[in-house]
């Protein structure tokens, strides 16, 4: 059973830079696919990046690409987003998840990811 846990969240200033992280115990995190979604308010739950186990392959959302940048460090369990830029519209709650034996044409797939953290808000002001 794998437990995540983010933090970095808060209010943030348009134009500005966001750092998140998502620390994981409980499991052998180098053996899982980590993501980033986030959910606004009304809205479906949206892919941002993901990062295979051992960094091998990374994918980004077309809405976040050329921001936002994913990495891990599997010595300290944790999982990073950094995204610059800030809109108004990356106002959400971030969320990062496991999965493992994550098929690619799966990554961006919510229910390809079986362990979630409890989110973090983001919110971006004009």
């Known amino acids: 059973q794998v437990q995540l846990v983010e933090s970095g969240g808060g209010l943030m200033q348009a134009g500005g830079s966001l750092n998140l992280s998502c620390e994981a115990s409980g499991g052998t995190f180098s053996s899982y696919t980590m993501g980033w979604f986030r959910q606004a308010p009304g809205k479906e739950r949206e892919f941002v990046a993901t990062i295979t186990w051992g960094g091998g392959q990374i994918f980004y959302a077309d809405s976040v690409k050329g921001r936002v940048t994913i990495s891990r460090d599997d010595a300290k369990n944790t999982v990073y987003l950094r995204m610059n830029s800030l809109r108004v519209e990356d106002t959400a709650v971030y969320y990062c998840?496991?999965?493992?034996?994550?098929?690619?044409?799966?990554?961006?797939?919510?229910?390809?990811?079986?362990?979630w953290g409890q989110g973090t808000q983001v919110t971006v002001s004009s």
């Open positions: 998840a496991a999965g493992l034996l994550v098929a690619w044409r799966a990554l961006s797939r919510p229910n390809s990811y079986g362990y």
